[in-house]
């Protein structure tokens, strides 16, 4: 995309809402979803928050704050399907782009697009918000919640992509595919990523979260990247009293000890256990598995017989 072809983006996307945005967005999407490497989507995404000026007109942040401007306006399903897209693409994994999207305030419509009947941009919706949370601000992560980004994200996490549920969004999209599952992949990956939260804490188990992670974490038909994000999400939230009670009372100890075969997630248990029990794991220390386990009850349930 030359630089006269992002103008015309820019254009296209500015407001007042033209029809042409949905070609436009798609344009936007395909300059990062065709570009080679990571390195060339990156050069991507650096040419689109860039800004632009022609004669009186000046775009500060490029496409970015257009496409967070339009997300609240779009009610055709193509359109919101292409604009959530190209945002979503515009800002993964590259920083001055989020930073960007949160300044234009995107986080409310990033959460209202949540609910949106499309699985499609449900999906885009829930890999931006786990980019805001990964990558953005404390700031950003208390708009997400205040606008009630956990209770959307968790009922997310809640479905099914059955054929049946996916046949009833009607004939696909198909300029933008779109992979059964994916949006609840995303969504427990920004639970993942919003669970350090003190509000995440205290409201995981009011909107349903806590129990959800734990089915997550015992369902021997999910993923492994689904159990491991449930279960890293678990040791934050039981870092609270009231969701550790709650975890010992709705059977959360036996998955997050099975899942303990898993390298990566053994290695986030050491952490919390070290944090926690700092004076107890000094040099010496026995880390075998038994040890660790055992460690574990204790972080989870400190009130239990040793």
């Known amino acids: 995309m030359a630089d006269a072809q992002v103008k015309k983006a820019l254009k296209d996307l500015s407001l007042p809402l033209k029809p042409s945005a949905t070609k436009a967005a798609l344009a936007v999407a395909d300059k990062v979803r065709k570009a080679g490497t990571s390195a060339q989507q990156n050069d991507a995404r ?55 999207a949160a300044e234009a305030g995107v986080e409310k419509s990033l959460v209202e697009l949540c609910k949106n009947a499309s699985f499609l941009v449900q999906q885009h919706a829930v ?70 939260e003190a509000k995440t804490k205290k409201t995981a188990a009011e909107v349903g979260t806590l129990k959800q992670l734990i089915k997550l974490a015992a369902d021997e038909n999910a993923s492994p990247r689904f159990k491991e994000e449930a279960a890293g999400a678990l040791l934050h939230l039981v870092t609270e009293p009231f969701n550790r009670a709650l975890c010992c009372q709705d059977g959360g100890i036996p998955p997050l000890v099975s899942l303990l075969s898993s390298s990566s997630l053994l290695a986030q248990v050491m952490g919390k256990v070290r944090a926690m029990r700092e004076e107890e794991l000094q040099s010496g220390v026995r880390c075998d598995r038994g040890h660790i386990l055992a460690q574990l009850q204790m972080l989870l349930d400190p009130d239990a017989p040793s």
């Open 127 to 196: 890999t931006a918000i786990t980019q805001l949370c990964v990558h953005g601000t404390a700031a950003s992560r208390a708009k997400i919640l205040a606008a009630g980004g956990l209770k959307a994200l968790t009922t997310i996490v809640k479905e099914v992509d059955t054929d049946d549920v996916i046949q009833k969004q009607g004939p696909p999209n198909k300029l933008i595919p779109y992979k059964p599952g994916q949006r609840q992949e995303e969504a427990i990956a920004a639970i993942c990523a919003i669970a350090c």
């Open 46 to 100: 650096k040419m689109l928050g860039t800004r632009y000026e022609e004669k009186a007109l000046v775009w500060e942040g490029g496409v970015i704050p257009l496409l967070v401007a339009l997300l609240p306006l779009c009610k055709e399903k193509p359109m919101i399907e292409a604009v959530s897209l190209a945002l979503s693409l515009a800002i993964t994994d590259y920083e001055p782009n989020i930073a960007l």
